[in-house]
């Protein structure tokens, strides 16, 4: 049953085109990208609680979801593996930042090999440095993935360095659900800088745990930045996962990194490629701690080198709601669901609240 949201909710917003029953595409389940966006919301409330506790962790959820595990990166949560009561559904969740501007204001877009994190000229890229709030990336480059392909493609190396201090536990949670269900569907989904992690999850998924049928796995990503160039692109579209990327069209994150710094035409396909060229991030060629300025910065430079290709995966689901403020195009709890014609999540607000009472008790 289509919900009908309440769209008077800011006097600053304009809904010039939202999803509804009528114009979802074909396929598209606007109950599960609910369910997924509550599922998300619990993701940020897992690191609110581990802010509140101190680095002790009190989080669960609500019926009929289960926790299974959680993942984090060096301590910090970053998402969970749940299950659902009557049902053979498994959860894998990844949390974006909680602010606009954090998850490029630091992370390194530098492309990586998404197999062993070299980059062109088959050097391993090491990230070391602050990614944001108190993650720090340390010899997350010499993390090889196995069975996935020398050229399945490029990907940005700080969401790679973040992803692979995640993923054992992910796979080692999905390995153990196998054991139970073998039958069971895995939906896989994220927010702005999680949507990026859980699109870098789907073939870690199909090629390292049981679950390596492509119909019983599928994507939702909401508000999320391009990953990887366009062989990644190009390589996960032949892995035949259903993907439906959800976006405002007004969100800058998902116009993020740009799909290319070649303004008019590309320079010769012989001419030095972007390990030449600094794009920012702490381990850039410039070391120029925004990626966003590195890349305007070298796109100025440029000369005769071949700018990066930046590529989003998935089949698009837009809406476009105007906001007065950049950042508020990008929330997940209304903005997005609005979108979609989805009420706001607002019921786990009081997973938090209960947990600060505990607290204080």
């Known amino acids: 049953m289509q919900s009908s949201p309440d769209t008077n909710q800011s006097t600053d917003r304009i809904i010039i085109s939202q999803l509804d029953i009528n114009t979802y595409p074909k396929g598209f389940d606007a109950e599960i990208a609910r369910k997924l966006a ?58 974006g930042t909680r602010g606009f501007l954090e998850w490029f204001k630091d992370v390194n877009i530098q492309l990586v090999s998404f197999k ?18 108190w993650v720090v990336q340390e010899n997350q480059g010499s993390i090889i993935i196995p ?30 659900k196998w054991q139970k269900s073998q039958n069971a569907r895995v939906f896989v989904t994220g927010h702005s800088l999680g949507g990026a992690l859980a699109t870098l999850a789907i073939p870690d998924i199909l090629k390292n745990t049981p679950f390596k049928n492509p119909d019983n796995v599928t994507l939702y990503t909401f508000a999320s930045p391009r990953c990887g160039d366009r062989q990644f692109a190009a390589s996960f579209e032949a892995l035949k996962v259903r993907h439906w990327r959800i976006a405002n069209t007004e969100d800058f994150v998902t116009m993020l990194p740009f799909p290319t710094g070649n303004v008019i035409k590309p320079a010769p396909v012989n001419e030095a490629p972007e390990a030449e060229l ?83 008790d």
Do not use: C, W
């Not at 959680?70 to 949390?95: H, K, L």
């Not at 062993?116 to 709030?133: A, F, L, M, P």
């Open 116 to 133: 062993d994190s070299t980059n062109r000229n088959n050097e391993i890229v090491e990230i070391k440095g602050k990614i944001y709030e």
């Open 278 to 360: 600094g794009i920012g991030g702490v381990a850039g060629v410039d070391k120029n701690p925004n990626p966003i300025f590195g890349f305007l910065k070298a796109m100025y430079d440029r000369n005769k080198r071949r700018m990066p290709d930046y590529v989003h995966t998935g089949t698009p689901v837009y809406f476009t709601i105007h906001e007065a403020a950049l950042e508020k195009h990008h929330n997940l709890n209304e903005v997005y669901m609005i979108g979609i014609s989805q009420n706001p999540i607002l019921v786990t607000d009081n997973v938090v609240n209960k947990a600060v009472e505990k607290i204080k």
């Open 38 to 95: 509550e599922l998300t919301q619990y993701a940020y409330n897992q690191f609110d609680l581990f802010q509140l506790r101190n680095n002790s962790q009190i989080f669960n959820l609500k019926e009929p979801f289960i926790l299974h595990s959680e993942f984090a990166e060096n301590g910090v949560p970053f998402g969970y593996v749940a299950s659902e009561a009557d049902t053979s559904n498994i959860y894998v969740i990844f949390r």
């Open 147 to 176: 069975n996935i392909d020398h050229n399945f493609g490029f990907v940005t190396a700080g969401f790679r360095g973040i992803y692979v201090s995640l993923r054992q536990k992910l796979l080692d949670a999905l390995n153990e």
